[in-house]
């Protein structure tokens, strides 16, 4: 998500949501391109693994950022419940 996208209120244009299910482990790359492709996996020439995304875009989106780009990770936190959860 770029910082333009919170002060344009614009998230269709300046973010992406990663659709795949795909685990990186910490301390890996994702390299996000604008156009199309097919999400892999890949090696560099140091053999270091790095995750290929693409956002099907038809031309750049961070050409019109202004500002930093920030990247959101998904997190969880497991804990045991004292009560039992009841959804009706």
Known sequence: M???ALEQCDMMTYSHVFKEDEQVPSGM???LYSGK???R???TKDNALVY???M???RSVWNDCIGPIHLLGRQHSFANRREMVLAS
Do not use: D, L, Q
């Open 2 to 4: 770029s910082e333009e």
């Open 29 to 31: 790359y994702v390299i």
């Open 37 to 39: 492709g097919t999400p």
């Open 41 to 43: 996996w890949a090696r």
């Open 52 to 54: 290929f995304a693409y």
């Open 56 to 58: 099907g875009r038809g």
